[in-house]
């Protein structure tokens, strides 16, 4: 025994010092997220036309069909973060394209990125289609819990304060 080195004894204590650092990690988890998304009525796109090399930006409302060229284009969700927060602006999009017999043929659903243009744009042989952003807010981000604002009370006297403290660093 004389050679031995018992463990077990600097394992328990080295387990309780633990303790305390990982019941602040587990309350750190617990605070409400300030970044809430924000819920627009109209998303921006910018398509391009790869024959002719040109650029159209359409503004398209939710639920509703812009066209570019033969791409019929139907934003079903669009979100954004407050001013104040790191940017994220997402929506969900499906794209039809009209077939030289007239019908519609569906060549992309799904989620487009706004910060991450390459991501997932819409890539096709002739066109490319991809979101630059929201606009018209319905419904400004409310505290976790708290009722929805709508955009005429806007949370904009709250968010002004944070603004300004973090310009002079």
């Keep these: 025994m004389g050679g031995r ?16 650092v990982l019941a602040a990690c587990l309350c750190l988890l617990d605070v409400p997220a ?22 159209k930006h359409l503004s398209v409302g939710l639920n509703q ?3 570019f060229r033969t791409l019929r284009i139907t934003p079903r969700a669009c979100y ?18 009209i077939m030289f017999d007239g ?3 569906r060549i992309f659903t ?8 390459g991501l997932n744009p819409l890539l096709h042989p002739v066109f490319d289609v991809w979101l630059t952003s929201c606009a018209q807010p319905q419904s400004a981000p409310a505290a ?11 949370p904009a006297a709250p968010e002004e304060p944070p603004r300004r403290r973090r310009a002079p660093r």
């Design 80 to 97: 954004t973060r407050a001013a104040t927060e790191t940017p994220r602006t997402s929506t969900f999009v499906e794209i039809d394209e």
């Design 65 to 67: 069909t812009g066209e």
């Design 34 to 55: 300030h970044a809430q998304r924000i819920e627009n009525t109209s998303a921006m796109f910018a398509a391009l036309d790869k024959v002719t090399a040109a650029v």
């Design 5 to 20: 080195f018992d463990t077990t004894k600097i394992r328990h204590t080295i387990g309780k010092a633990r303790i305390p």
């Design 103 to 105: 019908k519609e043929k």
């Design 144 to 154: 976790k819990g708290g009722p929805q604002t709508g955009p005429g009370t806007g």
């Design 110 to 117: 799904g989620w487009m990125f706004a910060e991450s243009p």
